[in-house]
Nanobody, 127 residues
Framework: QVQLVESGGGLVEAGGSLRLSCAAF????????MAWFRQAPGKERELVAG????????YLVDSVKGRFTISRDNAKNTVFLQMNSLKPEDTAVYYC????????????????????WGQGTQVTVSS
C-alpha cells in the first residue's frame, strides 16, 4: 500500500518556524515530482511549493517566497517544507502530494496532476 505520511505540524506563534516532513511508504518517489498544498478553513486547497524529482527545480507561491523552502532527500524518500516567519494566514492543513510521472524535470502546479496524497498535518499560527 502506497502511503505519504506528513509530520511536523503544530501550534506556533507568529514569527516562529516549523519544518514539515513527508515520508513515502510502499514505493519510492525519489524519481517523482513532489509538492506541498494547503487548505485553510472555508478555502480551496492551494499549492504552496513544488519540487522536481532531482530537486534542481522548485516553485514557491508568491505569498511564501522568502519564508518557505522546499527540499528533498531522495535517499530517505522524504520531502521537507521549512517554514520560517510564519503568519496567522499560514494556518491550514498541509498536504504532501506525489506526481505519477518519473524523471520529469518539471514542477507541477495544479492539484489534479498529482495522484498520491497524504492525510495532512495541521499548522496553526497564533497572532
Amino acid at each position: 500500500q502506497v502511503q505519504l505520511v506528513e509530520s511536523g505540524g503544530g501550534l506556533v506563534e507568529a514569527g516562529g518556524s516549523l519544518r514539515l516532513s513527508c515520508a513515502a511508504f510502499g514505493r519510492s518517489f525519489s524519481d517523482s515530482a513532489m509538492a506541498w498544498f494547503r487548505q485553510a478553513p472555508g478555502k480551496e486547497r492551494e499549492l504552496v511549493a513544488g519540487i522536481s524529482w532531482s530537486g534542481v527545480n522548485t516553485y514557491l507561491v508568491d505569498s511564501v517566497k522568502g519564508r518557505f523552502t522546499i527540499s528533498r532527500d531522495n535517499a530517505k524518500n522524504t520531502v521537507f517544507l521549512q517554514m520560517n516567519s510564519l503568519k496567522p494566514e499560514d494556518t491550514a492543513v498541509y498536504y504532501c502530494a506525489a506526481h505519477p510521472t518519473v524523471y520529469s524535470g518539471r514542477v507541477y502546479v495544479t492539484q489534479h496532476e498529482y495522484d498520491y496524497w497524504g492525510q495532512g498535518t495541521q499548522v496553526t499560527v497564533s497572532s
